[in-house]
């Protein structure tokens, strides 16, 4: 018999076969029949593979989601950046009178102007740095300065990565804000005193500095120690002439930031009564400003401006806090307002500026969160300084003024002690800043910018930039 040939029998493939044969192009074909050891290292050889090709394919894509990504994240941060600088430059002018002697002030500028320009800067920036959609808003916006921006922006970008294409909207959020300087009994700008100056032991200083040292030295001796004053006062001029011949900014101070600038401060001596000051100073309210300095001690009550003193000079007053008020105080509010900064020693503009702010005077304000009054005491803290009656305004207002008195005293710095008021003392003593609440920083620059416009910066070290997220 002749042996006929047997047909070949011709599988058809599995729809798994066919999914992989679809969907896995770049993969070596799977041979016919494979066998043994080696079939089954060939089968794992294909697997691994198409695995690395996959892997490489989702690799290329994240690589240049990242990629856009940060190019976006840095658009934002530029253009946020770029609006917080324009409201920097503009801030002051928020709080320029409209009107002065009748005629319209160029200097001054109405809040969506000011917004308009920030706005426009932000944007600006963030389509040169490669963004397409942008949006620059302004959270929680103060009603008097908004000092947070915030710009959102966006593009779609298509990736092409081992054959497979995508496209990805891409988006990336930056805030920046202007935060206050906490700087301790500075005066704004850079302001050198140049008030009445009362002198001890030959050394000048300001009269009310005079005054607490006279009380502070009779405690001292009382308890057999003489302090002996090393130095006071110092111009900037001066303290250039010190900078040159001890050019060491730990030890001295280059001229134009040195304390001594503003009358506050004091070098005391002798070696042997550091220990007596450290432990008693803070009761005449005097603090040591520097750790590694036992002898230097700063006035922190009523820091204030020269050019605040000299108006309060010119109306007759003595250089102490009270004897001034800005033009937005009501009349009926200005007798409460002096007897209190009088009587708690606390600059009378400064507390005008918080009333301004917490209820532009409406003796019956209240809250969302409950605080109440013209001084939006909460029930707790009203309690807590026997106010009896938030609507009482005269009564209010001693409570507030008695209660910045006393985180004057705890944190040596207005603003700090304005943040403590709108945030607790516990959060502003956590981290010794202005924290970086949107509601407090925006209040704390609101402020001092009122007391700027009214020519009292007392404690302010300006604006800083600080990008926030």
């Given at each position: 018999?002749?042996?006929?040939?047997?047909?070949?029998?011709?599988?058809?493939?599995?729809?798994?076969?066919?999914?992989?044969?679809?969907?896995?192009?770049?993969?070596?074909?799977?041979?016919?029949?494979?066998?043994?050891?080696?079939?089954?290292?060939?089968?794992?050889?294909?697997?691994?593979?198409?695995?690395?090709?996959?892997?490489?394919?989702?690799?290329?894509?994240?690589?240049?989601?990242?990629?856009?990504?940060?190019?976006?994240?840095?658009?934002?941060?530029?253009?946020?950046?770029?609006?917080?600088?324009?409201?920097?430059?503009?801030?002051?002018?928020?709080?320029?009178?409209?009107?002065?002697?009748?005629?319209?002030?160029?200097?001054?500028?109405?809040?969506?102007?000011?917004?308009?320009?920030?706005?426009?800067?932000?944007?600006?920036?963030?389509?040169?740095?490669?963004?397409?959609?942008?949006?620059?808003?302004?959270?929680?916006?103060?009603?008097?300065?908004?000092?947070?921006?915030?710009?959102?922006?966006?593009?779609?970008?298509?990736?092409?990565?081992?054959?497979?294409?995508?496209?990805?909207?891409?988006?990336?959020?930056?805030?920046?804000?202007?935060?206050?300087?906490?700087?301790?009994?500075?005066?704004?700008?850079?302001?050198?005193?140049?008030?009445?100056?009362?002198?001890?032991?030959?050394?000048?200083?300001?009269?009310?500095?005079?005054?607490?040292?006279?009380?502070?030295?009779?405690?001292?001796?009382?308890?057999?120690?003489?302090?002996?004053?090393?130095?006071?006062?110092?111009?900037?001029?001066?303290?250039?002439?010190?900078?040159?011949?001890?050019?060491?900014?730990?030890?001295?101070?280059?001229?134009?930031?040195?304390?001594?600038?503003?009358?506050?401060?004091?070098?005391?001596?002798?070696?042997?009564?550091?220990?007596?000051?450290?432990?008693?100073?803070?009761?005449?309210?005097?603090?040591?400003?520097?750790?590694?300095?036992?002898?230097?001690?700063?006035?922190?009550?009523?820091?204030?401006?020269?050019?605040?003193?000299?108006?309060?000079?010119?109306?007759?007053?003595?250089?102490?806090?009270?004897?001034?008020?800005?033009?937005?105080?009501?009349?009926?509010?200005?007798?409460?307002?002096?007897?209190?900064?009088?009587?708690?020693?606390?600059?009378?503009?400064?507390?005008?500026?918080?009333?301004?702010?917490?209820?532009?005077?409406?003796?019956?304000?209240v809250s969302p969160a409950g605080a109440r009054g013209i001084a939006q005491f909460m029930p707790g803290?009203?309690?807590?300084?026997?106010?009896?009656?938030?609507?009482?305004?005269?009564?209010?207002?001693?409570?507030?003024?008695?209660?910045?008195?006393?985180?004057?005293?705890?944190?040596?710095?207005?603003?700090?002690?304005?943040?403590?008021?709108?945030?607790?003392?516990?959060?502003?003593?956590?981290?010794?800043?202005?924290?970086?609440?949107?509601?407090?920083?925006?209040?704390?620059?609101?402020?001092?910018?009122?007391?700027?416009g009214a020519g009292d910066a007392s404690g302010f070290g300006?604006?800083?930039?600080?990008?926030?997220?």
């Amino acid at each position: 018999m002749i042996a006929m040939p047997r047909p070949v029998r011709r599988t058809t493939p599995s729809r798994a076969e066919h999914s992989d044969a679809a969907t896995s192009r770049a993969c070596p074909a799977r041979p016919a029949r494979l066998g043994g050891d080696a079939g089954q290292a060939a089968v794992l050889l294909v697997g691994i593979l198409c695995a690395v090709l996959f892997g490489a394919a989702v690799l290329g894509l994240l690589a240049g989601g990242i990629g856009a990504h940060g190019r976006q994240q840095r658009a934002a941060d530029l253009g946020a950046l770029a609006a917080a600088r324009t409201m920097h430059g503009l801030y002051a002018r928020l709080f320029e009178p409209a009107v002065i002697d009748g005629a319209p002030n160029p200097r001054h500028l109405e809040r969506d102007a000011y917004l308009a320009e920030a706005r426009r800067s932000g944007e600006r920036t963030a389509r040169a740095n490669g963004a397409e959609a942008v949006d620059v808003s302004f959270p929680g916006a103060d009603p008097v300065a908004p000092a947070l921006v915030r710009v959102a922006v966006g593009e779609r970008v298509s990736v092409t990565a081992a054959g497979a294409h995508r496209s990805i909207d891409v988006r990336a959020t930056a805030d920046a804000t202007l935060v206050p300087v906490a700087s301790t009994a500075s005066a704004a700008w850079g302001d050198e005193y140049d008030g009445p100056l009362a002198m001890r032991q030959g050394k000048p200083m300001r009269p009310d500095v005079a005054r607490a040292f006279d009380r502070m030295t009779a405690a001292a001796a009382a308890d057999g120690v003489q302090l002996m004053v090393v130095s006071g006062f110092r111009t900037n001029a001066e303290q250039a002439v010190l900078f040159a011949q001890h050019p060491d900014p730990k030890w001295v101070a280059p001229p134009g930031t040195s304390l001594h600038r503003l009358a506050t401060e004091l070098d005391l001596g002798p070696e042997s009564a550091y220990a007596w000051l450290a432990a008693n100073a803070g009761r005449f309210h005097f603090v040591q400003r520097y750790s590694w300095e036992p002898w230097h001690y700063g006035y922190v009550l009523n820091p204030a401006s020269s050019k605040a003193l000299a108006r309060r000079r010119d109306s007759g007053g003595d250089g102490e806090a009270g004897s001034s008020l800005p033009s937005f105080v009501p009349e009926r509010y200005a007798p409460a307002l002096t007897r209190a900064a009088q009587r708690y020693n606390v600059s009378a503009t400064l507390l005008a500026a918080q009333i301004q702010q917490e209820s532009g005077f409406n003796p019956f304000a209240v809250s969302p969160a409950g605080a109440r009054g013209i001084a939006q005491f909460m029930p707790g803290t009203a309690a807590g300084y026997g106010l009896h009656d938030s609507f009482d305004a005269e009564a209010s207002i001693d409570a507030q003024a008695r209660l910045m008195r006393d985180l004057l005293r705890q944190f040596g710095s207005v603003p700090l002690a304005l943040a403590a008021y709108n945030a607790g003392p516990q959060r502003v003593a956590a981290c010794g800043c202005v924290p970086p609440i949107p509601e407090t920083t925006a209040y704390v620059a609101a402020i001092l910018g009122l007391m700027g416009g009214a020519g009292d910066a007392s404690g302010f070290g300006g604006l800083e930039i600080r990008l926030v997220r």
